[in-house]
């Protein structure tokens, strides 16, 4: 079935990317660290569970739902032991999802504003544009759930990133991969897409929004042209 236009309400001011998962192949080296981390205290769970588990949570969610399954406290150090491995990890694998830096040269060209809006760290989201090369598009237009009270699935993130960008929610678009990010963006009342590069694995459709599977074709959801300028 073929992607069509979106049917939009307001016109477009403000496009959202969440982080990992959309604009970086970030998760499967996320996946990886934690599972290695959490074999060295004795729990045998695979990246590909920790997917399944975490996908969308904030890291505080994360590592709280870790303790409580294991009905343990984890190492005072595994927050800063992780943050710190998966970085370096970044360094040596990571790359942008396949089409993502076209897909902001294009915004930027068109001078449509964008920004990301993540419930991972400030620290983890700037390491991932700068090893992907996207740091000098985004500038300063980074928001983390670090900086609101409750983190994706509560809509606090994307209003607050519409709020200092002075854009009305009905007016923003979010580019999500995950329940909690979808549901976040739709409850702060923004038209939302699913980005689902592997098939929609988490049923994004059934939350009442168009997914897509590439990102080549976001411009034409968006009514853009397609050929971006090399800048």
């Not at 998962?21 to 981390?37: H, K, Q, R, T």
């Not at 670090?146 to 709020?163: C, E, I, M, R, Y």
């Amino acid at each position: 079935m073929p992607v069509t236009a979106l049917q939009r309400k307001a016109p477009l001011s403000l496009v959202i990317f969440d982080c990992d998962g959309v604009l970086a192949d970030s998760e499967p080296i996320d996946n990886e660290v934690v599972s290695s981390l959490l074999k060295e205290l004795g729990h045998d769970i695979e990246p590909d569970e920790i997917g399944i588990k975490c996908s969308g949570l904030t890291d505080e969610a994360m590592w709280s739902m870790f303790e409580d399954e294991f009905e343990q406290r984890l190492p005072t150090d595994i927050k800063e032991r992780w943050e710190r491995t998966m970085i370096a990890r970044f360094r040596e694998q990571l790359l942008p999802m396949p089409g993502v830096v076209e897909i902001v040269k294009l915004l930027d060209t068109e001078n449509i504003p964008f920004c990301v809006a993540s419930n991972g760290s400030l620290k983890k989201i700037e390491s991932i544009l700068d090893i992907t090369g996207l740091t000098k598009y985004f500038g300063g237009r980074l928001f983390s759930a670090t900086q609101v009270a409750n983190g994706k699935p509560a809509p606090d993130l994307f209003l607050l990133a519409s709020d200092r960008l002075a854009v009305s929610p009905k007016e923003c678009l979010v580019i999500e991969d995950s329940r909690p990010g979808v549901q976040a963006g739709l409850a702060a009342g923004m038209t939302v897409l699913g980005f689902c590069p592997n098939g929609d694995v988490w049923n994004l459709k059934g939350l009442g929004i168009q997914t897509f599977e590439e990102m080549d074709l976001l411009p034409g959801l968006l009514g853009l042209d397609q050929t971006p300028v090399d800048v």
